[in-house]
């Protein structure tokens, strides 16, 4: 298997503009993970799915930001409007049980 | 409410024997895990301690006291590579992971 795998790798867009963030997970794996990191807040909790149903998005900043998972192997994270604050590294990580997940390289997301 | 708490840096010699404490405060506990991140990379899974004692693989053990709401991760014959951050991370009733603010160790020559 390819692994977790997320596009684009980086993003560079202006404030106000859209941005959305693409996951493959993993075959197989019943749950999905949106994470957001900055050496301020270090790895935060989003979104995260199960059996493609959101099942808690507590973490989720904002109306500004919003995850869809139309099925198993597909899920994206969108930031509309983007703002500066919003610069990070965003993981999407899945997996099949409670104790080890499967992170993907992540998008780093740079907002001017 | 579910917290984590460890040591923010570490510094250790090529070589040597280094220890990261974990301690954790939960509403129910289903075990703990350690993930290793490089600079630029993502966070990988290393080890799940589910039950009390030294679990070992290869140079890098964890160990688990569930009445001391404690755990380590320990890493032996250092080397360069793994300079990195180590998170610890415990499983919450709603099958989410709760991370730790992670550990910086800085392997020096």
């Known amino acids: 298997d390819a692994g977790v795998i997320q596009s684009p790798r980086h993003e560079v867009t202006e404030m106000g503009q859209e941005v959305t963030l693409r996951c493959k997970p993993i075959?197989?794996?019943?749950?999905l993970f949106w994470y957001r990191q900055t050496m301020m807040r270090g790895l935060e909790l989003l979104i995260y799915?199960?059996?493609?149903?959101?099942?808690?998005d507590s973490g989720m900043p904002e109306d500004r930001f919003s995850a869809k998972m139309p099925n198993a192997s597909f899920s994206t994270l969108k930031i509309q409007p983007s703002e500066p604050r919003d610069s990070a590294v965003y993981f999407c990580?899945?997996?099949?049980?409670?104790?080890?997940?499967?992170f993907g390289p992540g998008t780093r997301l740079t907002v001017t | 409410g579910q917290s984590l708490e460890q040591p923010s840096e570490v510094t250790a010699v090529e070589g040597a024997i280094v220890q990261i404490n974990c301690t954790y405060q939960t509403s129910g506990f289903y075990g703990l895990s350690w993930y290793q991140q490089h600079d630029g990379g993502a966070p990988t899974f290393l080890s799940y301690?589910?039950?009390?004692g030294l679990e070992e693989t290869g140079r890098f053990s964890s160990f688990l006291s569930r009445s001391d709401s404690y755990g380590y991760l320990l890493l032996q014959e250092l080397q360069m590579k793994d300079s990195a951050s180590y998170f610890c991370?415990?499983?919450?009733?709603?099958?989410?992971?709760?991370f730790g603010t992670g550990t910086r160790l800085q392997v020096f020559p």
């Open positions: 301690n589910a039950l009390d």
């Open positions: 075959s197989g794996h019943d749950y």
């Open positions: 990580a899945s997996s099949s049980d409670r104790y080890e997940q499967y």
């Open positions: 799915f199960n059996n493609n149903v959101p099942i808690d």
């Open positions: 991370a415990v499983p919450s009733n709603t099958d989410k992971l709760i």
